[in-house]
């Protein structure tokens, strides 16, 4: 078996957080509370973790940070660690040779610290071109040696979105471990790309933090989601139920999962990692000190409230509703 279809094997069925990255105001990453909340995070019912992803900033983070991070990851974590890699939405004036080299070396790093695959980001640059996607991806996975995620992000988050065709293509390629989902709010979209992502017999990874329960019916086997950043517990409450077939418990979780969804992702989306920091500190995941998200908007303190006055009455419901979650 390679290592690609090992891969598949041991992430197929299981939840992937995206996970934060602990610093301050500045951007300054907190070592200490960064351990404190891998441990925490490796001990809850995942599969694996994602490091480097828009949640976690990674590619606004320094390279020595970058490191420092999935150095963290790799000790606390035994699972797999899929890293992100590609240039920030802010670099599009850069041409598309140089994001791609950017983007090929920050496999490389990845690969050099320990991770067993990589996602890449759609970048800007390719404003469309399906060929140069798929040479990307085969440029990357050839150059760091890691299996390879692809990333089907909406242009409203930074990257384009992916015809079905381009799906098809990406996980056809040797190296494709499969593809990660993010249409936001496009039902649709998510419908036709898992479509045809199925029939390849990779990975078909949710990404879909508002339609998680509605991604999984329609045939995503998988999860990648930021909203485990700070609940994984709720999150695979979900997917469990669902692989189930327990439908009665993946209703009742799925009701949950969206109503904690409904209070972080929501518009302006980039304020998502903020909202998940403000969920982690009250989780006792991370410390109130190093739960900034220097990259993102600045959000009102009633958002905030809205935040914890959700997981607190998720917290208080009867013990069969909170079941697995």
Do not use: N
Not at 140 to 162: D, R, T, W
Not at 205 to 230: C, H, K, N, Q, Y
């Amino acid at each position: 078996m390679s290592a690609r279809e090992e891969l598949v094997r041991r992430l197929r069925g299981t939840v992937l957080p995206a996970v934060a990255t602990p610093m301050d105001a500045a951007g300054v990453v907190d070592a200490g509370a960064l351990r404190g909340y891998a441990e925490r995070i490796a001990a809850e019912p995942v599969g694996g973790v994602a490091v480097w992803a828009h949640t976690g900033r990674g590619l606004y983070l320094s390279e020595r940070d970058r490191r420092r991070v999935l150095a963290v990851w790799r000790e606390a974590v035994d699972g797999p660690l899929v890293a992100g890699v590609g240039v920030p939405r802010a670099a599009g004036a850069v041409g598309l040779a140089d994001a791609v080299e950017a983007t090929v070396a920050m496999a490389v790093a990845a690969a050099e610290g320990g991770a067993d695959a990589v996602m890449v980001y759609p970048l800007a640059q390719l404003d469309g071109d399906d060929d140069a996607a798929v040479e990307l991806h085969e440029r990357v996975a050839a150059v760091s040696g890691l299996p390879v995620v692809g990333f089907f992000l909406h242009g409203e988050a930074g990257g384009y979105p992916y015809p079905p065709r381009l799906v098809e293509r990406l996980l056809a390629l040797p190296s494709a471990v499969g593809v990660k989902l993010a249409t936001l709010d496009r039902a649709m979209a998510c419908q036709d790309a898992i479509g045809a992502a199925r029939p390849s017999g990779r990975l078909v990874i949710t990404g879909e933090d508002r339609m998680f329960g509605p991604s999984l019916m329609w045939g995503a086997d998988t999860a990648l989601v930021g909203i485990a950043a700070a609940r994984v517990p709720l999150t695979s409450a979900v997917l469990d139920a669902w692989r189930a077939a327990d439908h009665e418990r993946f209703v009742r979780a799925s009701a949950r999962l969206d109503r904690f969804a409904e209070v972080t992702f929501r518009a302006p989306i980039e304020g998502y990692v903020q909202r998940m920091l403000w969920a982690a500190v009250w989780e006792g995941l991370v410390p109130e000190e190093a739960a900034h998200d220097p990259y993102g908007p600045a959000l009102p303190e009633g958002e905030r409230r809205a935040v914890v006055d959700c997981l607190e009455a998720l917290a208080k419901e009867p013990a069969q509703d909170r079941a697995g979650a």
